[in-house]
């Protein structure tokens, strides 16, 4: 198992430092970022530079890659990212929690990074650079494609397919069956029943704030 060089110096860097460290056979020797984002040469105690010159610091003979961005532009930097690592030679690691339950015939793709109390059900298959919060639960025979974004609690039934670039929010729920088309958005708490093509959004209004204010309830 060769070291690690992981893209981003922010939240999420953090935490896929923490994981690979505490929970992955992998050691984390350095971060990277672009150049004009520079801020520091050290992060947690690990050096820092450039992204335009990291191959001249961590060879890709030497040490593997990973990519830790959030679903910003709808994961297209985490995926131009992903791309730009590759075309330097790098090859892209995956994290899976030891907390997840998975079974022998997951398939999934490179810098997917799949966190605690996620359940895969057998038969499903997750593409490149796809992420799973913690706590989901992907069904039999669902297909997540590419750069998708899933965040914590959602429901993905048997035989969904996720497309390319999708955000899921918290608490979503798809029916069985369903497609969704690339780069749909699900806002939390969304309930999707049927296909939705290409781009689609689903944002349920938040909970309405009651008048009565907390001091006038008599029974709490």
Not at 142 to 159: K, P, R, T, Y
């Amino acid at each position: 198992m060769r070291d690690i060089v992981i893209f981003g110096a922010g939240d999420i860097a953090a935490l896929a430092d923490f994981y690979f460290t505490h929970d992955s056979p992998r050691r984390v020797a350095a971060f990277t970022v672009d150049a004009a984002f520079l801020s520091g040469d050290a992060f947690l105690g690990r050096p820092v530079v450039p992204f335009e010159t990291v191959a001249d610091h961590y060879p890709p003979d030497r040490f593997d890659f990973f990519v830790a961005v959030s679903y910003a532009r709808l994961n297209a930097v985490r995926a131009g990212k992903v791309a730009e690592a590759r075309a330097k030679g790098y090859e892209l690691v995956s994290y899976v929690s030891s907390r997840a339950t998975v079974f022998p015939d997951l398939s999934h793709g490179h810098n997917c990074f799949i966190l605690e109390n996620n359940v895969i059900q057998p038969f499903a298959r997750l593409g490149n650079n796809v992420t799973l919060w913690s706590g989901n639960h992907i069904g039999h025979h669902s297909v997540i494609e590419d750069d998708v974004f899933i965040a914590s609690h959602c429901v993905v039934s048997g035989g969904v397919r996720v497309g390319q670039a999708g955000f899921l929010g918290v608490n979503t729920t798809v029916r069985d069956h369903v497609t969704l088309g690339p780069r749909c958005v699900l806002g939390a708490g969304a309930l999707v029943l049927a296909d939705l093509p290409a781009e689609s959004v689903v944002a349920p209004r938040g909970t309405e704030v009651s008048p009565v204010p907390s001091h006038r309830l008599r029974r709490i």
